[in-house]
């Protein structure tokens, strides 16, 4: 069984930035895929960013591109989000996800194992 525990979120303001982070359970962290995603209040969980098991590549939301950067430290069993420009929209609770499947990396249902959430909340 994977275990996933995120931390990092909390309340910030308009513009400011935050790092979440996502530690797995775990021998093969470097054989997962990993994916963050978000659920706003009375909205569907979506797909946020996602990185490689090499971390050789990213994918991310049309809503965080260049604001937000995924990585890895294979060596930690880490994964991170940094989002910088923080927006109300923004605001949700955050999924980190892991899978050991191919498939499309924006697609919620091909990751296997998820955390419990972190919540951040961007005030205006």
């Known amino acids: 069984q994977v275990q996933l525990v995120e931390s990092g979120g909390g309340l910030v303001q308009a513009g400011g930035s935050l790092r979440l982070s996502c530690g797995v359970s775990g021998r093969t962290f470097s054989g997962y895929d990993m994916g963050w995603f978000r659920q706003a209040p009375g909205k569907e969980r979506e797909f946020v960013a996602a990185?490689?098991?090499?971390?050789?590549?990213?994918y991310y939301a049309d809503s965080v591109k260049g604001r937000f950067t995924i990585s890895r430290d294979n060596g930690k069993n880490t994964v991170y989000l940094q989002m910088n420009s923080l927006k109300p929209e923004d605001t949700a609770t955050y999924y980190c996800a892991v899978r050991r499947q191919f498939g499309s990396y924006y697609v919620r249902s091909t990751y296997e194992y998820w955390g419990q959430g972190t919540q951040v909340t961007v005030s205006s």
């Open positions: 990185i490689s098991r090499d971390a050789d590549s990213t």
